[in-house]
């Protein structure tokens, strides 16, 4: 049985331009995200993980379009998100909605949780009752029917990441775009949080893209997991190849960095040297070959292409290649 394909990103590059100068001329751009392509099934979750500003955020933004993206597609449910008329914009943002990292900034002080989760269903649900369908919500995402008239200073952490939730999913979206949504909580609140989002991607059957750098919890939420560096996706696997069947060098390196879960056990860390290159003027090759322990002639030359590793496996990287076809690593 085939999965139906719910959001297709091909080729999305999102540029800053760098401007100087009395008369503010561009001089260049901050290549955020450079040529990205990845897919998202329905009642699934694509765990997007990488260092601080690798770009992951930008794809969030880009997605729902609160940064412009400078080329690529984006299809959702068939169209392009990126070229669809105004008047289709409306109909695409009820079925894509999002969770910000922090709950408080990203929650209205001046209102209420009935008017903050209400908003949305007013804007995308005219139709339907309003206060009925927030109350709906509330419950499904744990709130009490007695926190409608109550404001977001007046709830925890955890609380009012779930008022998030509820507003996210009040629409009816097929995808739901996580930014970091645990990494403000407490570890105990994290699980929590997280376990109700599993559930309700069952009862609701939506589609999650979970962004996120802790590696444990992407392995705990997430059914494929893409790693970020410096603008670029150089690998998608499926979770259950977390521990062992990572190929990238950065991705080996990423995962040796989870800490143990046998206290006294000393995990192997692989220590990575060198400096992360600007993302304004990136190597011509691999951007990894700055920190790389294969890294070759070629490295410095060609940049690698996402190519297909295995069942739902893909990576990019010269020396998983040379190792693929037989060929002596240089390492």
């Not at 949780?113 to 995402?141: C, K, S, W």
Request: net charge positive.
């Amino acid at each position: 049985m085939s999965k139906e394909k719910v959001l297709s990103v091909k080729n999305l590059k999102v540029y800053f331009p760098v401007k100087k100068g009395v008369f503010k001329k561009t001089v260049g751009y901050v290549k955020a995200v450079d040529d990205i392509s990845f897919d998202l099934f329905r009642g699934q979750t694509l765990g997007l993980v990488g260092e601080s500003g690798c770009g992951k955020t930008t794809v969030a933004k880009a997605l729902v379009r609160l940064v412009e993206a400078h080329s690529g597609e984006v299809f959702c449910h068939g169209q392009d998100i990126l070229t669809v008329p105004r008047s289709e914009r409306k109909r695409l943002r009820k079925k894509m909605q999002m969770i910000f990292q922090d709950p408080f900034s990203s929650l209205d002080p001046k209102m209420t949780v009935g008017n903050i989760i209400g908003e949305a269903v007013r804007f995308h649900r005219p139709d339907e009752d309003v206060e009925q369908l927030v109350l709906d919500y509330m419950e499904i995402t744990g709130l009490r029917k007695e926190h409608y008239q109550r404001y977001p200073h007046e709830f925890s952490g955890g609380q009012r990441q779930r008022i998030g939730i509820a507003r996210a999913l009040a629409t009816e979206p097929s995808i739901v775009i996580a930014d970091e949504p645990v990494s403000a909580l407490d570890v105990s609140v994290q699980a929590k949080a997280l376990n109700l989002m599993k559930r309700l991607q069952q009862e609701l059957n939506v589609s999650y893209l979970f962004i996120t750098h802790d590696l444990s919890v992407v392995k705990h939420i997430s059914h494929t997991i893409a790693v970020m560096y410096l603008g670029n996706i150089v690998e998608i696997f499926p979770s259950s190849a977390l521990r062992h069947g990572a190929r990238h060098p950065y991705t080996q390196a990423l995962i040796s960095s989870i800490p143990a879960q046998t206290p006294g056990h000393k995990p192997f860390r692989i220590e990575l040297e060198g400096e992360i290159p600007s993302p304004i003027n990136a190597p011509s090759g691999c951007k990894f070959q700055t920190r790389c322990r294969y890294k070759t002639g070629r490295c410095e030359k060609e940049r690698p292409k996402l190519e297909k590793a295995g069942q739902d496996h893909k990576v990019a990287c010269h020396h998983w290649q040379s190792l693929d076809l037989g060929e002596e690593a240089v390492v």
